[in-house]
């Protein structure tokens, strides 16, 4: 808990929070008494035209979520959503961050990332979306629940292929534990250990692998070039053409003018 947001949390009128039992032990750790209210995906739409009621009475909201951040595969996209369009400014309090915190911590190398949330259930739902991952050039960020994480591996392994993956658990908590395997081993590994299906999950997936370039046909090139241009000419310019070294390509240029 950052300073600033402890002092929000004191200085508010309402606390809209994802689970009330959740953020009072929260609130009663550190002595806030501020009315506390319940709004979660079940009611969000509700509770939204409450918030902005209380803010058209001059009241403050603070929304808050069980552990991550609002709006985040989290509620409260509505409600930002509703209070903006109602003209009241929104204020992010930043605080920790499982999907940064997973990142800062995978050792993955990548021009970018493409963040997921949590994939579909299952269905055509759940099978578009990983095709759709396994086109993507980016890295990958899932958030993934206990009771289906080791499903969500092997689907990811057989959508994405031969990757590594980092699996982050209970980032920030107390038993904490982040780990790389290859996607293929992934679901032995967690099944290999109760513990270790145990707490919320980031699971962070490496880039797919930069196919080479088929590039021209060394053949081919050549046969064309000796048309035109004599052996050692040919030989040089197919070489830059083609990627291949200058050598080969004087050996099958002789091979190809009959020169060999």
Partial sequence: MT???LETL???DVIAAEDT???RG???HYGIGTR???LHEHNERRAAEQVVGWLGEGKRVALVSDAGTPAVSDPGALVVDRVRAAGFPVFPIPGASALTAALSASGIEADGVLFAGFL???GKERREKLAALAASPWALVLYE???RIEQTLGDLHESLGDRDVVVARELTKRFETITRVPLAEAVAWIGANPDRVRGEFVLVIEPRPVEAAAGPDPRAVLELLLAE?????AAAIAAKLCGRPKKEMYELALEISGKK
């Fill in 3 to 5: 300073r600033r947001a």
């Fill in 21 to 23: 039992r959740v953020t």
């Fill in 10 to 12: 004191h200085g508010v």
């Fill in 145 to 147: 629940s206990p009771h």
């Fill in 229 to 233: 241009v004599h052996v050692k000419g």
């Fill in 120 to 122: 579909p259930a299952k």
């Fill in 36 to 38: 506390l209210v319940a």
């Fill in 26 to 28: 929260l609130l009663s």
